[in-house]
């Protein structure tokens, strides 16, 4: 196989490109072999599905459907079908995060709107704006093989998206510019011969010569012994139903009947399994259904032989396992599925059931069941072959020609081609890519790994959610945490988000020199000074990060904080991971490796980090000690009563009492947010908690001002506000001094631009106000809500609040 050209060329675009691949090749050609071998030394993290249980067993992996965890039936494009899906665990999810490489065995057999439903799912978890999530597949198989299976009622559905349901037809896969690689050499078969009629079959060429070569292997009333070991392929399961009975009435044990319960509509060509079983104790039996229990005991395939029957229950031994398999009776349901046009939801109504007990006769199979399959000895009942291919997997699971006995001789109307296929298959060997499509392959690959290693885009949006929840909240979250997310995103707008766009472009012009990023000298040391700067820039603002503190009494909210917050640090953690690696250097594969592995160590890092403990916001208190104290007092009372903590005091009255230090019940009570009740009730210990700390610290308690309430003329809060600022203060410092939110104090100031007492350019700079405008003027929008969309978040609500109070007084 190491000599092999399409082996090679195929193990050379999995490991060193992103492109998706259709790895084809008439059967024997080692697809299976090229799989088994690529899941021992593959690099790249990779998953293994195929379309059936006994595919995935063969192939070492899992199926499609239970891996994605999808719904049995259609995937309509553009339908919200996420009802129908389970909600995946943190474990499943960090694994499709990691993933690199997807693998799809027996992709004949799998449906364009399947694969487009993966899409779907790869882009939840992933990259939503790249096919696939930008994971790489790999799709093995063989499209002169058994083709994609479709009920009439989900054609209808599917009809108006698709023109066939054979793979290449996925919308996700089509923009994707997939290649194709054919396996020449056969190494099933060496026969010559055998596999001249083998390729007659696959390509439709069959004549009457090849015909009556291929038909010398039929033997009447041919019945071997058991000890010899073959299996018979049928193409129907009433076929391999008569041979299983026949075997069935050999054995002297006891004959057991069940009986299947039907209810509702359930039609009979629908049956999972025989509406009456008849087994004995050492019948040879297959499961026909996968275990729904969580011991996972049993799959659709799995063969073994019946030990013992007693009373409602079957003892079923398979090879290789150490226990018994007890089989009760499972329930299947039969579902119709409709689309709503107005919602354009798939709708699922369950409409009858079958429940049996699910196994079955196992001496036949069907040819279904025997894909990728290899047998030394087969009876091959074919000639009622019915689907596309069915007559070519029967014959090609034989590893010789005297080792197949056909049961009935082979007709030209039991051997099927799709044109569909013809075409495709052609079109795709007059495309198959050389050694030249591959180095470019492998150029774009790296050049994508470099431009993402130096794209901060993920950290930008996360840093954005922070600053717009603190927004949103900044009535009930911990003083200054807007201010100092501000100051962080300002910090890393200079010296990260600039200096990266700068540095792509010129990595941009490197790459136009055509050499592999990875063999570009000149290349590699800019990309080792960029990282080791861009690491270094990445501490600070992780340094910068540990200083920025969060506290909120509202669970619901603190927890929204503490998980956009967490993104950051996650970002932070795997871009740090990535560019410490290449400060040594770009190397593809160990990138990928380190990229990968950051996801999961970050992962368990957070599940190894200490619990939360009460801490205080860096900003706005002026004893965080004190602060501490209080709010551990409080959370522990608000615990004891199973009371929300803002019940007992909320946050910003813990602030407020810090930063006053109350020495009396007088002094107490005129805190904004205590009054007469919770002095009663918590008075005496809140002052010997502050009089204890005041003391261990020798920190004088000064008396403050008591404002009692006159019928006084009202201050204009808004004048105010302007007279502070006119005074040389920042809308920060107002706003800390007033108590108020800093959204307050904008709206104030805005006041006085609409007035013309405020220069506008003294609250907004040029730019802005230019670009502000610009828009309005242009696009004239309805709402604030859409220049605020349109100019996105370096602009704030504020800001075009202010310029259209400027535009309205100069308008008037």
């Given amino acids: 196989m190491a000599q092999n050209i399409q082996l090679q060329l195929a193990s050379e675009f999995v490991q060193f490109t992103d492109k998706n691949i259709f790895l084809t090749g008439k059967a024997g050609t080692g697809k299976t072999t090229f799989l088994h071998r690529l899941k021992e030394n593959c690099p790249k993290r990779m998953v293994i599905v195929a379309p059936t249980g006994v595919a995935a067993i063969n192939a070492g992996g899992s199926t499609i459907h239970s891996f994605f965890q999808l719904a049995f039936g259609p995937y309509v494009p553009n339908a919200d079908q996420k009802s129908f899906q389970h909600k995946m665990n943190k474990q499943k999810i960090s694994l499709i995060k990691s993933l690199d490489l997807l693998v799809i065995d027996e992709i004949s057999m799998v449906r364009a709107d399947t694969l487009d439903n993966i899409d779907e799912v790869l882009r939840r978890y992933r990259d939503r704006n790249k096919p696939f999530g930008g994971v790489q597949l790999l799709m093995i198989g063989d499209l002169h093989q058994l083709s994609p299976v479709v009920k009439d009622q989900d054609w209808e559905l599917l009809k108006p998206y698709y023109s066939n349901l054979y793979f290449f037809n996925s919308k996700a896969l089509q923009q994707t510019s997939p290649i194709s690689i054919e396996l020449k050499h056969i190494y099933r078969q060496s026969d010559t011969f055998f596999i001249d009629i083998l ?113 409602d229950y079957i003892h079923v031994k398979c090879p290789g396992d150490l226990q018994e398999i007890v089989v009760g009776r499972v329930e299947w349901e039969n579902t119709k599925y409709e689309l709503n046009a107005a919602s354009k939801e798939i709708e699922e109504k369950v409409i009858g059931s079958f429940i049996q007990y699910p196994i079955k006769l196992a001496w036949a199979i069907t040819i279904h069941k025997s894909q990728g399959l290899t047998f030394e000895k087969a009876i091959i009942d074919a000639n009622a072959a019915f689907a596309h291919g069915q007559v070519y997997v029967a014959l090609s699971r034989c590893k010789s020609f005297e080792g197949m006995v056909l049961r009935t001789p082979i007709s030209f109307n039991s051997i099927k081609t799709d044109g569909t296929v013809a075409t495709y298959t052609k079109n795709a060997e007059q495309n198959s890519p050389g050694e030249q499509h591959l180095v470019e392959a492998k150029v774009v690959f790296q050049r994508n790994l470099l431009l993402e290693l130096f794209d901060f885009k993920r950290l930008k949006s996360s840093l954005y959610l922070c600053k717009k929840l603190a927004e949103e909240y900044h009535q009930i979250i911990s003083l200054g945490f807007l201010e100092n997310i501000n100051a962080v995103r300002e910090a890393v707008e200079i010296d990260i988000y600039t200096v990266a766009e700068k540095f792509n472009r010129q990595i941009e012009q490197y790459l136009q020199q055509g050499k592999l990023p990875e063999e570009n000298e000149e290349l590699q040391e800019r990309v080792k000074k960029a990282c080791t700067y861009f690491a270094d820039k990445l501490i600070v603002l992780h340094e910068n990060l540990d200083k920025v503190s969060f506290d909120a009494d509202n669970k619901t909210i603190k927890k929204q904080f503490l998980e956009a917050i967490e993104q950051v640090e996650k970002e932070v953690f795997i871009k740090q991971s990535a560019l410490k690696l290449c400060c040594n250097g770009f190397q593809t594969l160990n990138y990928l490796k380190t990229k990968a592995n950051a996801e999961i160590d970050f992962l368990n890092l957070k599940k190894a980090a200490p619990v939360e403990k009460a801490t205080a916001p860096v900003s706005g208190v002026n004893h965080p000690e004190l602060y501490k104290t209080i709010k551990t007092w409080r959370d522990q009372l608000a615990a004891e009563n199973n009371v929300p903590v803002y019940h007992i005091l909320p946050q910003k009255v813990l602030i407020e009492l810090v930063n006053k230090l109350p020495s009396n019940f007088q002094e107490l009570e005129s805190i904004k947010g205590i009054g007469k009740t919770k002095v009663k009730q918590f008075g005496n210990e809140l002052l010997v908690m502050i009089s204890d700390y005041c003391e261990k610290k020798e920190v004088s308690q000064t008396p403050f001002q008591l404002f009692v309430k006159t019928t006084a003329e009202k201050v204009d809060t808004k004048k105010l506000s302007f007279d502070l600022f006119k005074a040389g203060k920042t809308m920060q410092e107002i706003a800390l001094e007033r108590n108020l939110a800093l959204t307050t104090i904008e709206t104030h100031l805005t006041h006085y631009i609409g007035t013309g007492d405020l220069d506008i350019y003294s609250f907004v700079n040029k730019s802005k106000v230019s670009q502000i405008q610009d828009y309005i003027w242009r696009n004239k929008p309805s709402s604030m809500n859409d220049t605020k969309a349109a100019l996105g978040e370096e602009i704030s609500y504020g800001e075009i609040r202010a310029v259209m109070k400027f535009m309205e007084l100069n308008n008037s």
């Fill in 199 to 311: 390729n007659a079959v696959r390509e439709n060429r069959i004549d009457e010569h090849f015909l009556a070569q291929l038909n010398q292997r039929y033997i009447p009333n041919f019945n071997p012994d058991e000890e010899e070991g073959y299996i018979t392929l049928t193409s129907h399961n009433q076929s391999a139903n008569i041979i299983n009975d026949e075997k069935l009435k050999g054995l002297k044990a006891k004959s057991h009947h069940y009986k299947a319960d039907v209810k509702g509509e359930f039609p009979e060509f629908s049956y999972p399994n025989a509406l009456e079983l008849e087994l004995k104790e050492g019948a040879q039996v297959m499961f026909v259904k996968n275990d729904a229990s969580r011991d996972k005991l049993y799959f659709n395939g799995k063969i073994g032989k019946i030990i013992r029957i007693k009373d």
